[in-house]
């Protein structure tokens, strides 16, 4: 992949988590607009950044997690998702914080 490519990349994965893009757009826009972006080749790489976003903390607004957990699941909703444990993991912990809140 060339660097330019890349760049070109990361800017658009910086917007598509801007705060306009994501009060403004629907999730399925959003999916559909990453799906047609990024080559099936490319997914599991991106797959691996917005995991990689969501557990570093790296996404600060609810709205940005939602969006990257929903391209996370649209991806691979046709087939097994290799980022099933990712979810149960955020599951878990939401379940914690409900039995401690108590």
Same mark, same amino acid.
């Given at each position: 992949? /060339?660097? %330019? =490519?890349?760049?070109?990349?990361?800017?658009?994965?910086?917007? =598509?988590?801007?705060? %306009?893009? $994501?009060?403004? %757009? /629907?999730?399925? /826009?959003?999916? !559909?607009? $990453?799906?047609?972006?990024?080559?099936?080749?490319e997914h599991f790489n991106l797959c691996l950044l *917005?995991?990689? *976003?969501?557990?570093?903390?790296? #996404?600060? =607004?609810?709205?940005?997690? $939602? $969006? !990257?957990? !929903? #391209? *996370?699941?649209?991806?691979?909703?046709?087939?097994?998702?290799?980022? /099933?444990?990712?979810? *149960?993991?955020? #599951?878990?912990?939401?379940?914690?914080?409900?039995?401690?809140?108590?």
């Amino acid at each position: 992949m /060339s660097q %330019q =490519l890349i760049n070109e990349n990361s800017k658009y994965i910086l917007d =598509l988590f801007s705060e %306009q893009t $994501v009060d403004s %757009q /629907s999730l399925d /826009s959003i999916c !559909a607009q $990453v799906q047609k972006r990024f080559p099936k080749s490319e997914h599991f790489n991106l797959c691996l950044l *917005l995991a990689s *976003l969501i557990t570093g903390g790296d #996404l600060s =607004l609810p709205g940005q997690r $939602v $969006v !990257a957990l !929903a #391209l *996370l699941y649209d991806i691979y909703k046709q087939q097994e998702n290799p980022f /099933s444990p990712l979810f *149960l993991h955020l #599951l878990e912990g939401i379940r914690c914080i409900e039995i401690f809140s108590l």
